[in-house]
């Protein structure tokens, strides 16, 4: 488990580090045949394609459809994105077994904290922060789950 967070973690920094220096995804998406693309944003990277949303819907598009131009700058994008989908491929896996298990572990939306603890028995809330506060009798302990911009970031167990 620890090797699997320290993994998560790495891949984090790594990622954050190439994003500082690729080049930024176009707004809009010239491909071969002609047709453009406008408003564009990644749903999902695939290994020869992305999936992307635009002003007329949802689509994917194969790399080899793209203008070599555009294509240069999606595939200096495409890893990135695929090991960022695998991470959080990785998270979204330990969530669900976390919640089978009832634990908590960092990363969870107040929602599937909810799935695993059921609603906590007093919440403090601040801009981008809350604090909920479990009494767990049955262990003679206080819980403290502390979330940050919508996601699990630590808790704290006091008798």
């Known amino acids: ?25 176009p707004s809009s998406v010239t491909l071969k045949n002609g047709y453009v693309l406008k408003n564009v ?4 990277w695939d290994k020869d394609a992305v999936v992307l949303k635009h002003s007329a819907g949802v689509d994917p598009v194969r790399f080899d459809g793209m203008t070599p131009e555009v294509k240069a700058v999606f595939l200096a994008n495409a890893e990135v994105g695929l090991a960022q989908k695998q ?10 077994a976390a919640i089978t298990r009832h634990a908590l572990i960092v ?8 799935q695993s603890w059921g609603k906590p028995d007093e919440i403090n809330a601040s ?4 604090q909920w506060i479990y009494n767990r009798e049955s ?13 699990l970031s630590s808790w704290q167990a006091k008798k």
């Open 1 to 25: 488990m620890k090797t699997i967070l320290l993994a998560l973690l790495l891949c984090s920094s790594v990622l954050a580090e190439e994003a500082k220096t690729l080049p930024p995804l």
């Open 41 to 44: 944003s990644v749903v999902r």
């Open 87 to 96: 991470a959080d491929q990785v998270l979204n896996n330990r969530i669900s």
């Open 107 to 114: 990363g969870m939306t107040p929602e599937q904290a909810i």
């Open 127 to 130: 801009p981008g922060r809350e």
């Open 139 to 151: 262990i003679e302990n206080t819980v403290y789950v502390y979330f940050n911009n919508g996601k």
